[in-house]
């Protein structure tokens, strides 16, 4: 069975467990890039200047990704109900028990 996403609700990308774990992600990233392989940036500075440094890390990549994201599926909205261009065609079957 054939089928075709003809619309994806930014609300959906927005307010569910994407984000969440698109945060999870900034935060295991920030985790690595902090603490494993430091920069030459973070040498010297107190666990805790650390800490509130992969706090905003955090929170800046969380915001940017999103925006992102979110401006890809407006995008991907407006070729495809505006414009009339084909949208994602998902081939399914159904299993059998």
């Not at 905003?56 to 505006?82: G, Q």
């Amino acid at each position: 069975m054939k089928l075709e996403v003809k619309r994806i609700e930014i609300s959906s990308i927005v307010f569910s467990g994407f984000s969440v774990a698109l945060f999870f992600i900034g935060l295991f990233v920030a985790l690595v890039a902090i603490f494993i392989t430091p920069s030459p940036i973070w040498f010297g500075e107190s666990f805790k200047s650390k800490f509130i440094g992969m706090f905003i890390y955090t929170i800046v990549f969380y915001i940017i990704t999103l925006a992102y994201i979110s401006f890809l599926v407006f995008i991907y909205n407006f070729f495809v109900n505006i414009i009339g261009l084909k949208g994602l065609v998902v081939e399914m079957e159904e299993k059998q028990e």
